[in-house]
């Protein structure tokens, strides 16, 4: 077989993933560290990194703001070459993970935000479309974590019971 049919029909060796509702093709991503071993001028222990992500779970912060400030501020590349453990089965373990998934919470919070600025600007048609993607994202991603059982087989999303959730 070729080595294009191989790759998921993507150009031989390029990143060929395109847009959910556009034509085009998007060109931002990250860049892992090259190596998948811990760095040997990391000073910080797994069990210190362990701690700094309950404290700032508890201060309120998101996983992937965790992880940036893991980053930036203690020079932790990556917290699962460490730790042997993603942030978010730190604080599954810990028991201070967040009712809802990260990616999920960051939807809702974005078509709330929508459907106040709809209310005070009705025929803003670009904001209503943009509701209308928002909120099938919203439902595309429940009924997945629905089937992985990250979620409960009876949520359903109902943006006035939403709101309440968010504020």
Same mark, same amino acid.
């Given at each position: 077989m070729d080595k294009t049919v191989q790759e998921g029909l993507s150009y031989?060796?390029?990143?060929?993933? &395109? %847009?959910?509702? &556009?034509? $085009? =093709?998007?060109k931002a991503g990250r860049t892992r560290p090259?190596?998948?071993?811990?760095? &040997?001028?990391?000073?910080? $222990?797994? =069990? !210190?990194?362990?701690?700094?992500?309950? =404290? @700032?779970? $508890?201060?309120g912060l998101s996983a992937s703001q965790i992880g940036i400030l893991l980053r930036d501020s203690y020079g932790v590349p990556e917290v699962r070459n460490v730790t042997g453990k993603k942030i978010t089965q730190i604080l599954v373990e810990k028991e201070v993970a967040p009712p809802l998934p990260e990616d999920l919470f960051s939807l809702i919070k974005k078509a709330v935000q929508s %459907?106040?600025?709809? !209310?005070? @600007?009705?025929?803003d048609m670009t904001a209503k479309r943009g509701l209308q993607l928002?909120?099938? =994202?919203?439902?595309?991603?429940?009924?997945?974590?629905? %089937?992985?059982? $990250?979620l409960a087989s009876d949520w359903k999303y109902d943006p006035e019971k939403v709101k309440l959730l968010v504020s």
């Open positions: 031989a060796g390029g990143n060929n993933m &395109s %847009r959910l509702y &556009s034509r $085009k =093709k998007g090259p190596k998948a071993d811990v760095p &040997s001028w990391l000073t910080v $222990k797994p =069990k !210190e990194v362990e701690l700094l992500v309950l =404290k @700032n779970a $508890k201060a %459907r106040k600025h709809l !209310e005070s @600007n009705h025929k928002t909120e099938s =994202k919203i439902r595309r991603l429940a009924k997945y974590y629905k %089937r992985t059982e $990250k």
